[in-house]
């Protein structure tokens, strides 16, 4: 317990005492963006987390000119009594008119979690008073939540990372892992910290293999935005070929690097997850999207019809729109599965069909409603029908 203590200390002493870091970013930066830590049983990249905690709290992946990561940090370390910068101020918006007015907010309607803190029972007693599951109280009730987040970080409990000894691996707060023994042994001031954080990652990543890296790298990558780009570069494509039953080789190479990419995305998805990509609303609308697109692709080889292909991107394009500039309404997390969706058979099957029905659903949808259009402007064939 001693030792503990004296090592806060240390940590403390040593960060304040340096002018450079005294009101700046410690040692929180992009070093620590691959660094493994532990979220609901699930091992992740810190850059995944922070980007995603940071988001639920404002809605937003950065603080002000702080990165996802640097904010994340800069809030654990309040755990230590670490003072954050001058200009760091982390709030939220509130959407809901009731409980903007229960706040008493103006325009723009945002308020700082310090502030939100100090409201929190009367926010309590303002959910009880809901006799309702109106919008009202799920408003509230998500406000709770993100307070509880914000005071988790602020504790330095949200993020656990991997204290190692010998080949096993244990996950602790940040406030232990920063407060052991080893941590006096890597210099002083931050610089020391961080070549700290750097060996214990090497360390974690001969032990437990390049998973977290892997994920790393592929959140970096943003294939959602890329293949939202360039599905709606096919379908600039393919309204330029003029033949409508064959494709160009410009058209046909970018409708195979729309359905490349995303394939390649959900590929990736399995392998850090470890099962298929259905079981949250974000993957349902991935896969619904892709599968439209798979037997658009399908038909209209067999049909020697393009205009299949183009309703097929059509709805696909909206499905990634959907996944890129949804804001909170769909979260692209990596949950652990709900118990009923335990069963790699079921869930690789029927889920898997569900799904794909919902794709061939939205298929016909439009091709019907583009029928309908087209016959009420137009005359339709008999081959259309």
């Known amino acids: 317990m001693k030792i503990f203590f004296l090592s806060l200390y240390f940590l403390l002493s040593t960060l304040i005492s340096n002018p450079l870091y005294s009101q700046e970013k410690y040692f929180c930066d992009k070093n620590l963006e691959s660094f493994p830590i532990q979220q609901n049983g699930r091992e992740k990249p810190l850059y995944v987390h922070a980007k995603e905690t940071i988001k639920y709290l404002t809605g937003k992946t950065k603080v002000g ?14 755990a230590f009594g670490m003072p954050l910068p001058q200009d760091f101020s982390l709030k939220v918006k509130i959407e809901h008119p009731e409980l903007q007015k229960f706040l008493e907010l103006k325009s723009p309607f945002e308020i700082g979690y310090a502030d939100l803190v100090l409201r929190k029972d009367d926010l309590r007693f303002e959910s009880v008073k809901q006799k309702d599951e109106n919008s009202y109280k799920k408003a509230i009730n998500r406000v709770f939540n993100q307070i509880g987040l914000y005071t988790s970080v602020t504790q330095g409990t949200d993020w656990m990372a991997p204290m190692i000894k010998e080949t096993q691996v244990e996950w602790v707060p940040i406030t232990t892992f920063l407060a052991q023994e080893n941590v006096l042994s890597t210099g002083r001031g931050p610089e020391g910290i961080a070549q700290y954080f750097a060996r214990v990652q090497d360390h974690f990543s001969k032990i437990k293999g390049g998973k977290v890296s892997f994920e790393y790298h592929f959140a970096k990558y943003d294939l959602p935005f890329w293949s939202f780009l360039i599905a709606l570069v096919s379908l600039f494509a393919l309204a330029m070929n003029k033949n409508r039953h064959s494709l160009g080789l410009t058209a046909k190479l970018f409708v195979l690097t729309t359905f490349f990419t995303q394939l390649i995305y959900i590929i ?5 997850s470890g099962r298929a990509p259905i079981t949250n609303m974000y993957e349902t609308v991935l896969f619904s999207g892709f599968g439209a697109l798979v037997l658009a692709l399908a038909i209209g080889h067999y049909k020697k019809d393009t205009s299949f292909l183009i309703v097929g991107l059509c709805y696909n394009a909206l499905t990634l729109l959907m996944m890129n500039f949804s804001g909170g309404l769909l979260s692209s997390s990596i949950s652990p599965l709900v118990p009923v969706l335990r069963d790699n058979f079921w869930l690789s099957t029927h889920v898997i069909t569900i799904i794909l029905s919902y794709g061939a659903l939205a298929l016909s949808w439009v091709l019907a409603n583009l029928l309908l259009l087209k016959m009420r402007f137009s005359t339709v064939s008999s081959q259309e029908l």
Do not use: G, T
């Not at 996802?68 to 654990?76: G, N, R």
């Not at 990736?268 to 850090?272: A, D, G, H, P, S």
């Open 65 to 78: 000119s702080y990165k996802a990561i640097e904010a994340y940090c800069l809030l654990s370390l309040v």
């Open 268 to 272: 990736c998805r399995i392998y850090i």
